[in-house]
């Protein structure tokens, strides 16, 4: 009867760590937020409502695969 219990008891506790690992990674999860102070050129995120960290915003960047293939396409028509 005694390992019943053992087992119900690591099962709970089991399950408990479970629960706290999932929440921690719910609020360990980056989130965007709008920095009015920085302006509409950066783009920042805060984790765990504690670590804020801002980069600036890349522009649209063109594949460099895309690039040149047009310019070999350009070259042999030319």
């Known amino acids: ?23 921690a990674l719910l609020l360990a999860r980056p989130q965007p937020i709008e920095s009015a102070v920085l302006g ?18 890349l522009q649209q960047a063109i594949p460099a695969v895309e690039t040149s293939r047009k310019d070999a396409i350009r070259a042999t028509r030319g």
Do not use: N, S
Not at 5 to 17: D, H, N, S, T
Not at 40 to 57: G, I, K, S
């Open 1 to 23: 009867m005694t390992t019943f219990r053992f087992r119900q008891k690591a099962l709970a506790i089991a399950l408990a760590l479970i629960a706290v690992a999932g929440a």
């Open 40 to 57: 509409a050129d950066w783009e920042c995120t805060q984790t765990a409502f504690v670590l804020t960290t801002c980069a600036p915003r």
